[in-house]
């Protein structure tokens, strides 16, 4: 087994940020139609500066295959404490890059379900 297979199982079964924010600034919960995963994710500004919104905290919840529970914990750790802008700009290759092996069609969706979640989660702010 190679060392980021090894680091996607670690994830998968001690989930980094997994569980619900008390009062969250906003909260989203999306489906992937296609294999039934699911993600939710909460978060919590953190606002020292109105023109610098940073992300404070961040929890994810939900069920499903490894590679969606991975990406959501590895998501969550990447992204906290970073500029809503800096979020935005996220992308399919920081996923990608993130989770480190090759992945079919179907299973890209399962690896880009937490991000579509996250910036889905930001557009309601």
Same mark, same amino acid.
């Given at each position: 087994?190679?060392?980021?297979?090894?680091?996607?199982?670690?994830?998968?079964?001690?989930?980094?940020? %997994? =569980?619900? #924010?008390?009062?969250?600034?906003?909260?989203? *919960?999306?489906?992937?139609? %296609?294999?039934?995963?699911?993600? =939710?994710? *909460?978060?919590?500004?953190?606002?020292?500066?109105?023109?610098?919104?940073?992300? &404070?905290?961040?929890? %994810?919840?939900?069920? &499903?295959?490894? #590679?969606?529970?991975?990406?959501?914990?590895?998501?969550?750790?990447?992204?906290?404490?970073?500029?809503?802008?800096?979020?935005?700009?996220?992308?399919?290759?920081?996923?990608?890059?993130?989770? =480190?092996? *090759?992945?079919?069609?179907?299973?890209?969706?399962?690896?880009?379900?937490?991000? *579509?979640?996250?910036?889905?989660?930001?557009?309601?702010?």
């Amino acid at each position: 087994m190679n060392l980021y297979k090894d680091r996607i199982l670690d994830h998968y079964r001690k989930p980094r940020n %997994f =569980g619900r #924010i008390v009062k969250p600034d906003a909260s989203y *919960e999306q489906e992937n139609s %296609f294999c039934g995963d699911r993600i =939710g994710m *909460e978060i919590k500004l953190l606002t020292h500066n109105p023109k610098l919104i940073t992300l &404070g905290e961040i929890k %994810f919840w939900g069920e &499903g295959c490894a #590679i969606s529970q991975a990406s959501a914990s590895m998501l969550t750790e990447k992204v906290k404490g970073k500029s809503l802008g800096e979020i935005k700009k996220l992308g399919k290759e920081d996923i990608l890059s993130m989770l =480190g092996i *090759e992945l079919s069609p179907a299973r890209l969706k399962c690896a880009l379900l937490p991000l *579509e979640v996250l910036q889905k989660l930001i557009t309601l702010l």
